[in-house]
């Protein structure tokens, strides 16, 4: 097996790995803030059990040598994390889904604010075709509700644009180990709001797994850019969205407005054609 192909394959596992997150999030029928405080524990317990299998006795190391950079980037991405819960909870998880999805495009207007990289102008063209998508999945919006999930939507992705931006810049920082700060972070969050932090045996179960299954996605999604260039990683995120959707439809029996339907299309067909033409890009720079 090539590195190339085994690269594409650790990236579309991770991406599909993913996909059940949101379903089962909205299957425990929880509090959100003790969703998220038991979600942040069981998390880091995971992500921990990961740097000790890959790293063994330095896995503690590992995580000193994170620093005030890694902190940072471990709370951004855990308020990231926190503002999706609480997307989900106001909103439906297939409109979620689609606003989120635009986060390649965000983290390309952040690191033009940030970094001063400059977006080539088929990425702007994308930006505007995106956003205007979102636009229309918003405009559906006539409950209060419904316009604070998309709110916290808009909010995840903008929190993720940030952290990933700063991942760019701070390239020496192992991220996996960061994500232990993500946890920790949305556990005190949740700790914070929750009135109680009592679950069912059922609802714990949902969140349990929910939280494996995130940090054995994010693990894949970090290690595929080690054997495939970035944008080619980036293509099988309209996929997640759209089978996270479909299980949205079928499981969880949300109904979408035309409004969200329309919009998604927007977004979902924009961010996939994107996502080729920068994988193409990349590959004639590299070649």
């Given at each position: 097996?090539?590195?190339h192909l085994k690269g594409l394959l650790i990236a579309f596992f991770g991406v599909l790995i993913l996909t059940p997150d949101g379903i089962l999030?909205?299957?425990?029928?929880?509090?959100?803030?003790?969703?998220?405080?038991?979600?942040?524990?069981?998390?880091?317990?995971?992500?921990?059990?990961?740097?000790?299998?890959?790293?063994?006795?330095?896995?503690?190391?590992?995580?000193?040598?994170?620093?005030?950079?890694?902190?940072?980037?471990?709370?951004?991405?855990?308020?990231?994390?926190?503002?999706?819960?609480?997307?989900?909870?106001?909103?439906?998880?297939?409109?979620?889904?689609?606003?989120?999805?635009?986060?390649?495009?965000?983290?390309?207007?952040?690191?033009?604010?940030?970094?001063?990289?400059?977006?080539?102008?088929?990425?702007?063209?994308?930006?505007?075709?995106?956003?205007?998508?979102?636009?229309?999945?918003?405009?559906?919006?006539?409950?209060?509700?419904?316009?604070?999930?998309?709110?916290?939507?808009?909010?995840?992705?903008?929190?993720?644009?940030?952290?990933?931006?700063?991942?760019?810049?701070y390239k020496e920082v192992n991220m996996v180990p960061a994500m232990v700060i993500n946890g920790l972070f949305i556990t005190l969050v949740g700790?914070?709001?929750?009135?109680?932090?009592?679950?069912?045996?059922?609802?714990?179960?949902?969140?349990?797994?929910?939280?494996?299954?995130?940090?054995?996605?994010?693990?894949?999604?970090?290690?595929?850019?080690?054997?495939?260039?970035?944008?080619?990683?980036?293509?099988?995120?309209?996929?997640?969205?759209?089978?996270?959707?479909?299980?949205?439809?079928?499981?969880?029996?949300?109904?979408?407005?035309?409004?969200?339907?329309?919009?998604?299309?927007?977004?979902?067909?924009?961010?996939?054609?994107?996502?080729?033409?920068?994988?193409?890009?990349?590959?004639?720079?590299?070649?």
């Amino acid at each position: 097996m090539t590195n190339h192909l085994k690269g594409l394959l650790i990236a579309f596992f991770g991406v599909l790995i993913l996909t059940p997150d949101g379903i089962l999030v909205k299957l425990a029928n929880a509090d959100s803030w003790t969703v998220l405080f038991w979600r942040g524990i069981f998390f880091a317990i995971s992500i921990l059990v990961i740097l000790l299998i890959s790293y063994r006795s330095r896995a503690l190391n590992e995580i000193k040598g994170i620093g005030k950079e890694g902190l940072l980037i471990g709370c951004l991405t855990g308020l990231g994390g926190a503002t999706f819960i609480l997307a989900i909870h106001y909103t439906t998880l297939a409109k979620t889904l689609v606003i989120i999805s635009a986060s390649p495009l965000i983290v390309a207007l952040v690191s033009f604010i940030l970094l001063k990289e400059k977006p080539r102008l088929f990425t702007w063209l994308a930006m505007l075709i995106v956003f205007t998508g979102i636009y229309v999945v918003m405009s559906g919006d006539t409950s209060g509700l419904n316009l604070k999930g998309s709110l916290f939507a808009l909010a995840s992705v903008m929190t993720g644009g940030f952290s990933f931006t700063l991942l760019r810049k701070y390239k020496e920082v192992n991220m996996v180990p960061a994500m232990v700060i993500n946890g920790l972070f949305i556990t005190l969050v949740g700790l914070f709001f929750a009135d109680s932090l009592a679950l069912s045996s059922q609802a714990m179960t949902y969140i349990i797994l929910s939280s494996i299954l995130v940090a054995i996605s994010f693990t894949l999604i970090t290690i595929a850019p080690r054997f495939i260039p970035a944008p080619e990683v980036a293509i099988f995120f309209p996929m997640g969205t759209v089978i996270g959707t479909v299980l949205a439809w079928l499981i969880l029996k949300e109904e979408l407005s035309s409004n969200a339907i329309f919009g998604g299309v927007i977004v979902i067909l924009t961010l996939f054609i994107h996502s080729i033409y920068s994988a193409r890009q990349s590959n004639n720079q590299i070649s």
